[in-house]
């Protein structure tokens, strides 16, 4: 009976001090930038921090191999967040060993060559509640180079508000929202000015401008989101695609197959959720930097590198400017890549382009794999997926200067729920682009998004 007691009391214990901590600590910080100094400066104060056992006497260090910054134990307020000021030379690996409660963590970030740089980042599990109470180092490694040099001008730690799981933001007829759990990628937008319904008929779910009109039926929704997010490879996000086996690397399977190195947005094929790095946001803008996973692996296995994305609303689309950097160091691979990977509702399964000044359309297009990954052209630089009739309702994507589209429709006709956004059917579109995946070589690109009928869509990309 003695044993059972003292079982369920250490139980209780370990509960209690795993227990997320968003609770302990109600001041919310709203700037996050490092405090700096000439010396080693830890939120604002100088510290005594030092290299084996050496204090140090600069805030430059010199790096050939992993080097430990020890900092001591550093109390601090509950933080969840931390900024570091540097100076580097070259591409490195970094990481953080902090105490929550009385749990000790490391993870893992990477820095980018800067002059004065400012590395940001929430803390593993941050989504969670989870919050740390103290510090203990801070490490660096060259990752491009054998040697490479840093300054740390600074390291301070902040308890940010911890978003709710999407943010949305509302502008010139749009209506998008980020998932946060799912890397930030889009995971909805809603037409808010064309009157945009869902209706049932006969068991099947017709999506159109005043669709109770066009159908006789009585619209069930009113707020329909266009994109598709069944899973976190759905949506609209950024995957690239890189290296296959190798010396350095060993990917999973996919759909029977054995996967390439592949960094993706939203998480990977298992519903593991990407990291979130970092998220601001006004009612103009929502910027995001999260830490994807690899598609065909587990978690444990997250991709060395970082994705942004800046989203707002203008010039009656929504536009996206999206930012890649890899820290892998895996062979230099030249593959196909989605610019981006597009996921909408199944209703819309008519597909259109432009080419030679006419619009073309597929109408029956099927699950792409089994047709062969079929690639249409446009020299317009769009496409879209509308519904079924002449001037049906539909959402497109356009990226300037791209003009390869992949295309296809899952589950055509499959069931749809008084959601379509989150069930298995969908329509995709990849905008296509070779090009080499390479470490160490940051990757930009825009596209855009609009709705409308196949003209509007075609009206508004044309005037972008």
């Not at 990481?95 to 590395?119: M, Q, R, W």
């Not at 509308?386 to 429709?409: A, C, K, P």
Request: glycine letters at 8%; proline letters at 4%.
């Amino acid at each position: 009976m003695f044993s059972k007691i003292i079982a369920l009391v250490l139980s209780f214990i370990m509960g209690f001090f795993s227990y997320p901590f968003s609770f302990l600590s109600k001041n919310i910080d709203t700037s996050f930038f490092a405090e700096t100094g000439s010396m080693f400066t830890f939120n604002g104060s100088r510290i005594d921090a030092a290299v084996d056992g050496v204090v140090l006497d600069t805030t430059k260090i010199e790096l050939n191999k992993k080097v430990t910054v020890d900092l001591g134990t550093q109390l601090t307020d509950w933080f969840n967040f931390f900024t570091l000021a540097y100076s580097s030379d070259a591409y490195l690996k970094g990481e953080i060993s902090y105490k929550t409660g009385v749990i000790d963590k490391s993870e893992e970030f990477f820095l980018e060559p800067a002059e004065n740089g400012n590395f940001s980042s929430f803390i593993d599990n941050c989504l969670d509640g989870t919050k740390a109470d103290g510090v203990y180092s801070v490490s660096f490694e060259p990752l491009n180079v054998s040697e490479a040099t840093i300054k740390i001008h600074g390291l301070s730690t902040f308890n940010r508000e911890v978003p709710d799981r999407e943010v949305y933001i509302e502008a010139d007829g749009y209506k998008i929202g980020v998932d946060m759990l799912w890397g930030g990628a889009l995971s909805y937008l809603e037409d808010t000015d064309s009157h945009v319904e869902a209706v049932n008929v006969d068991g099947r779910v017709y999506v159109d401008k005043k669709a109770s009109e066009i159908y006789g039926k009585k619209a069930f929704s009113k707020n329909v989101n266009l994109i598709n997010r069944f899973d976190p490879g759905r949506l609209v996000q950024q995957s690239y695609y890189g290296t296959g086996d190798c010396e350095q690397y060993t990917g999973g399977i996919y759909m029977d197959q054995k996967w390439n190195y592949n960094p993706v947005q939203g998480g990977n094929q298992f519903g593991e959720s990407s990291k979130i790095v970092d998220l601001r946001c006004n009612e103009n803008s929502i910027y995001i930097k999260c830490r994807p996973l690899d598609w065909s692996l587990p978690k444990e296995n997250a991709t060395p590198s970082y994705m942004e994305a800046t989203y707002t609303v203008e010039k009656g689309a929504v536009h996206v400017e999206c930012r890649y950097v890899d820290f892998s160091g895996y062979p230099v691979a030249y593959t196909s890549q989605e610019i981006p990977a597009f996921y909408c509702i199944e209703p819309f399964n008519r597909f259109v382009y432009a080419n030679g000044g006419a619009i073309k359309s597929e109408p029956d297009l099927i699950f792409w794999p089994d047709a062969g990954y079929p690639n249409f052209v446009s020299d317009e630089n769009w496409s879209a997926f509308v519904g079924q009739g002449e001037n049906s309702f539909g959402i497109g994507v356009y990226v300037e200067g791209e003009d390869t589209f992949l295309s296809g429709v899952f589950g055509r006709g499959g069931e749809l729920s008084k959601d379509p956004s989150k069930d298995a059917p969908t329509s995709y579109i990849a905008v296509i682009k070779f090009r080499e995946s390479t470490s160490y070589d940051p990757y930009t690109y825009d596209y855009y998004l609009a709705t409308g009928d196949t003209n509007e869509i075609r009206t508004t990309f044309n005037a972008l």
